[in-house]
């Protein structure tokens, strides 16, 4: 059995991954790839993972948890997404590291099924804007708290990334930025899922829909029928063409309003983020995907 843990980051995807392949759900049932609610799942993954504190789940528990989760006798893939399947917003910056939980959290998920093959899923996000999108959403925590004493400057993915290679070497990785999703996000439903490039599937433009004009959206799919993409490259260079010139301004700039953080700040943590993401690339094991 394939599993597929689709693991956030926060404050990158909002469950829309999760949401389009659910529309899927008849279409991909037939072929054994399963994609469960997530009530049926995200409280007793996360108990179970705790319950074992590090050791791998044996049969019997193993069985009761197919049991809560899916209907069906057998899956071939099994597609779970959780942002705080790692840990909830008020934990990410303890040890004053990003995420430094996640080799531990997910290597407990690799110990629910010990002998499937497993597959993780990580977006991650430029910390110049997603520090501020974690703040909007850490309840009453001020920006201090959340961080914990952890220095923006000092935040690297690529910690995260190898705390994951080594406490899961088995395990496919699979990254990407957060900033690219509209350009790559049919290949991400399609690697998700674990379907062919070539499959059809339902909602592959919905991001798309999100952020450009009806008008763009209208002459991007009149353009897409006349004219159809042969590779993914192809696909992908539509897609800039049309949000270069018909995306809605206000659903793809974000604001930046931390107090202190100037526009050399801003620039420095971006130029830190963008070298991060070519050591992330030269991490063994790891698929990133890019325009």
């Known amino acids: 059995m394939q599993i597929a843990f689709h693991t956030g980051a926060h404050c990158t995807d909002d469950d829309r991954l999760l949401k389009c392949l659910l529309k899927n759900k008849g279409m991909l049932a037939p072929k054994g790839i399963l994609v469960p ?6 409280r007793l993954v ?35 997404s959780n942002e705080n399947f ?25 110990n629910l099924f010990p002998n499937a093959e497993v597959e993780v ?33 000092t935040l690297r993915w ?3 990334v190898s705390l994951i290679r080594a406490a899961a070497p088995r395990a496919a990785l699979t990254v990407w930025a957060n900033e690219d999703t509209p350009l790559i996000w049919s290949e991400l439903l399609h690697e998700m899922a674990g379907v062919e490039p070539n499959e059809k599937l339902e909602g592959e433009f919905d991001l798309l829909d999100e952020i450009m004009t009806k008008e763009g959206m209208r ?20 897609i800039a063409a049309f949000l ?23 620039e420095a943590l971006t130029e830190a983020y963008e070298e991060d993401l070519f050591e992330i690339q030269r991490i063994p094991g790891v698929n990133f995907v890019s325009p």
């Open 37 to 42: 609610g997530p009530g049926r799942y995200r």
């Open 46 to 80: 996360r108990e179970t993972v705790n319950s074992l504190n590090g050791a791998p789940a044996g049969q019997e528990t193993q069985e009761a948890l197919l049991d809560a989760i899916i209907d069906e006798d057998t899956a071939g893939r099994l597609i779970l």
């Open 86 to 110: 790692i840990c909830n917003i008020p934990r990410i910056f303890e040890g004053r590291e990003m995420y430094g939980l996640a080799g531990e959290k997910i290597a407990g998920l690799c």
């Open 121 to 153: 899923f990580l977006s991650i996000r430029n910390p110049a804007t997603h520090l501020p999108a974690l703040s909007k959403r850490a309840d009453d925590r001020s920006f201090e708290q959340l961080l914990q004493g952890a220095d923006p400057a």
């Open 158 to 160: 690529s910690k995260m």
């Open 219 to 238: 002459r991007f799919h009149t353009y897409m029928e006349s004219h159809p993409p042969q590779t993914e490259i192809q696909k992908r260079r539509v």
């Open 244 to 266: 270069g010139k018909f995306a809605i301004p206000e659903q793809i700039e974000e604001e930046l309003d931390l107090p202190g953080w100037t526009e050399e700040y801003v």
